[in-house]
């Protein structure tokens, strides 16, 4: 079975210009979680949806920041404009409600690492 | 209230020794309490995981102890390997609106010398 897909694996873009990342969640799983990796702060939870429904942007840094998960199988994390300081490594993760773990696991996947020049 | 303290920050660890890691937490509402390995250019990985009805959990080389009264957990990797050598993250997870919110430690960057 297929693990979280991200894509684009690396991205570099100039300032001003607006960014999107992309994630394909696990079949069947029902929770989705955008973070942002750096070395200053660590993983920061930024946005949650659990059934394709946002319930929680309180991590996203700014308005410039917006996330979308118009069906069960795609989200997107979109920056516009983009700037330096959003230069970071952005993760998706997903678990579900419904198996043997009760929705305790996140399973993350391979990341997006974002330059903004 | 809703931190999670991890130490050390790193940590370098002679072949065949013991890697211990340290996790501390305030909100009592935590109910899950995972380990993730992330190598580098790799996302993280589910290491090992703990309920809070649980004192230890052991899984090969890989232990969490887990002290309830005084709100800490730790990993402890026996015999460590070169190949344990990552960061290391502790988490601490929290039932929220039909789904289950992870705030994550720090990290730890562990090197295991050959």
């Avoid at chain 2, 890697?19 to 509402?29: D, L």
């Avoid at chain 2, 290491?47 to 957990?73: C, M, W, Y």
């Avoid at chain 2, 344990?84 to 992870?102: E, M, P």
Wanted: hydrophobic letters at 30%.
């Amino acid at each position: 079975d297929a693990g979280v897909i991200q894509s684009p694996r690396h991205e570099v873009t100039e300032m001003g210009q607006e960014v999107t990342l992309r994630c394909k969640p696990i079949s069947g799983h029902n929770s989705l979680f955008w973070y942002r990796q750096t070395m200053m702060r660590g993983l920061e939870l930024l946005i949650y949806f659990n059934n394709n429904v946002p319930i929680d942007d309180s991590g996203m840094p700014e308005d410039r920041f917006s996330a979308k998960m118009p069906n069960a199988s795609f989200s997107t994390l979109k920056i516009q404009p983009s700037e330096p300081r959003d230069s970071a490594v952005y993760f998706c993760a997903s678990s579900s409600s419904y198996g043997a773990g009760g929705g305790y696991e996140q399973y993350f996947g391979p990341g997006t690492r974002l330059t903004v020049t | 209230q809703q931190q999670v303290k991890q130490s050390p920050q790193s940590l370098i660890v002679q072949k065949g020794g013991i890697s211990i890691i340290n996790c501390a937490y305030e909100n009592t509402a935590f109910d899950y309490f995972p380990w993730y390995q992330q190598f580098p250019g790799k996302g993280p990985a589910l290491l090992i995981a703990i309920r809070p009805d649980v004192s230890e959990k052991k899984e090969g080389r890989f232990t969490i102890s887990f002290n309830k009264s005084a709100k800490q957990f730790s990993l402890h990797i026996m015999d460590s390997q070169p190949g344990d050598s990552a960061t290391y993250f502790c988490a601490a997870s929290i039932h929220t609106s039909g789904t289950y919110k992870y705030i994550f430690g720090t990290g730890t960057r562990l090197k295991v010398l050959a």
